[in-house]
């Protein structure tokens, strides 16, 4: 009789922009056991953020609850069938996404004195409130004798570690002489999940301060004190309670404490992997490889690829630099590799703000209609379920019309730099723009532009890429806009005039992230293995229409000329 063998189950916390999803997985072939999201409860109000500023704040409570909602979730769907099996945990999160803590790693919004506090908050990646601060970084390391932002492709971001702790610093001095230290969130997560309550014991992860927050081992560990200094003496303060190391995420954090056992339904002691960011764990369950480019396409956009430390033909040449990206790190995708990570600051949140931009008369006319219906004994459902459908149906209905548009049919260009540009060369002081308006303008004309402007700005990336000579011969798409749109993923493969090759997985991230729980568990000895073990298939694969690549040739060209007008002329 053959012997059963006990399921090894692994799961993957992945925390995006608006939502924490939870995926359990069988380390055995990948197969998705179970899922469950959640949204923010604060968040989704739209609580302590303020658009016109830039402002996008988190509550530390957000990420919590909602943990604690889609792990009940999953333990409501699967009993003990499941969880009773489950050998590990990794966690992903967006980045850069700081918050000021105290000496024992408590979030200084969680204090009752904090507690309303956006700058005690986590500071989410899309928050742009630093643009000045990013830009005096950039200049300052410029003029040092060591440039180091070198390995985060010569700019450094307002979306990134040091520009936010600077701009509070300069903003709200009493909430930054509360901190003792700052923590990402990708590092934060596993440190609440194991009890961890002690600066000296964080594992601090390699894919987020090498991104980041300027860590390299050849500069040390973090830029000189002077280096600081010359911007605040609290980045000296701060980067002293960071410690020197950072490490990869197939490396264990610890062990799951018996506090957040009991609360996420899970045994006590199984261990968690060191944190990283969202887009380069979406990479790894997206199948990235050398020379395969995986475009994890969301409400921004992260371009991910890998390869080796060194030169084949000159194994003893130090790292290529490759400016303009978003930095490379070795060992922030794929332990034992260079990571490059480049992307796009607005992506699927371009196309969203034209949906509410449409739909804003609807918004704001419901509240008066729910007055006139009361008055008139008309059940408030009725028109409200009336004005949701209408709002669900209206991208659906642009998307249609905006297919059958030709590209040479309409003389709208547009710019996708909405939310400022981060690849190539980060500059977030950057606007969108929209030219060739005629009173014969329709929105799905201006919608499709809108599409094409990230198309072009995909392009800009792969360009960058390949003048840096990091060959790219196959390109992957994760993430909810690559299955949902197939207009855009379309688009995308015309612009480039490559194939995109979609993966058949809703949830790549949290796939990757349950990649490095199977290492970390002893499952796996690497996470290449994890890889050709648990890599979801190749749903799809979007061929270009070359005749249309000719035609997005010269638009592209177009794109190119008025960025260049947007960028010296009106910042």
């Not at 402002?55 to 919590?64: G, L, N, T």
């Not at 395969?292 to 194994?315: A, F, H, Q, W, Y």
Request: proline share 4%.
């Amino acid at each position: 009789m053959k012997k059963e063998t006990k399921p090894q189950y692994v799961i993957g916390i992945d925390y995006g922009t608006d939502s924490c999803r939870a995926v359990i997985i069988d380390a055995a072939n990948g197969y998705e056991i179970s899922s469950a999201m959640a949204a923010y409860p604060r968040w989704s109000k739209g609580l302590y953020c303020d658009p016109g500023k830039n402002q996008f704040r988190q509550h530390p409570m957000d990420y919590i609850e909602s943990l604690e909602i889609v792990m009940k979730q999953i333990h409501d769907k699967t009993g003990q069938d499941v969880l009773p099996f489950v050998e590990g945990i990794a966690i992903d999160t967006t980045g850069s996404t700081p918050c000021l803590i105290t000496d024992t790693l408590c979030p200084l919004a969680m204090l009752p004195e904090y507690k309303d506090n956006p700058d005690a908050m986590f500071i989410l990646w899309k928050d742009h409130t630093s643009t000045e601060e990013a830009f005096e970084i950039t200049e300052l390391a410029r003029r040092s004798s060591i440039d180091y932002t070198m390995y985060e492709g010569g700019t450094y971001s307002s979306e990134w570690f040091w520009a936010k702790l600077l701009h509070i610093a300069r903003t709200d001095r009493h909430v930054m002489n509360a901190g003792f230290s700052a923590i990402e969130h990708c590092d934060w997560m596993p440190a609440l999940l194991t009890g961890t309550n002690a600066l000296p014991k964080i594992k601090r992860s390699r894919c987020a301060m090498g991104h980041k927050a300027m860590w390299h081992e050849s500069f040390g560990g973090y830029p000189s004190d002077d280096f600081f200094a010359a911007l605040d003496m609290q980045l000296v303060r701060i980067k002293k309670t960071l410690g020197r190391d950072t490490y990869t995420s197939d490396t264990e954090f610890g062990k799951l404490s018996n506090e957040w056992a009991e609360r996420l339904h899970l045994r006590s002691g199984i261990p968690v992997a060191v944190g990283a960011y969202d887009a380069h764990v979406g990479a790894v369950g997206g199948g990235v490889e050398e020379k395969v480019l995986v475009k994890v396409m969301g409400t921004s956009t992260c371009d991910m690829i890998v390869g080796p430390r060194t030169s084949s033909e000159n194994p003893e040449t130090s790292e290529h630099l490759v400016k303009g990206i978003c930095g490379q790190v070795d060992g922030s995708i794929i332990p034992g590799m260079i990571g490059y990570e480049a992307g796009q600051s607005a992506f699927g949140d371009v196309y969203a703000w034209f949906k509410d931009l449409l739909s804003w008369p609807l918004k704001e006319m419901k509240s008066e209609s729910m007055e006139s219906a009361k008055e008139l004994g008309i059940p408030s459902n009725t028109l409200d379920d009336l004005a949701d459908s209408i709002d669900s149906r209206l991208i659906f209905a642009i998307d249609k019309a905006a297919s059958k548009i030709q590209p040479e049919e309409s003389s709208v260009l547009a710019l996708d730099w909405l939310n400022g540009r981060r690849t190539p060369y980060a500059n977030q002081k950057l606007k969108g723009a929209i030219i060739g308006l005629s009173l014969g303008t329709t929105a799905p004309m201006i919608y499709r532009a809108l599409i094409e402007a990230t198309a072009y700005g995909s392009r800009a990336i792969v360009e960058r890429f390949e003048q840096e000579n990091i060959h790219i011969e196959k390109v992957r798409a994760v993430g909810g806009v690559a299955r949902k749109s197939k207009l855009v993923v379309q688009i995308v493969a015309d612009v480039l005039g490559r194939p995109i090759e979609i993966i058949a997985s809703d949830q790549s991230v949290a796939l990757g992230a349950a990649m490095f729980a199977s290492v970390v568990a002893g499952i796996y000895d690497s996470v290449t293995q994890a890889q050709l073990a648990m890599k979801p298939d190749i749903e799809t694969v979007i061929q270009p229409d070359f005749v249309r690549t000719s035609l997005y040739d010269a638009l592209y060209r177009d794109y190119l000329k008025l960025g260049a007008f947007i960028e010296n002329e009106l910042t």
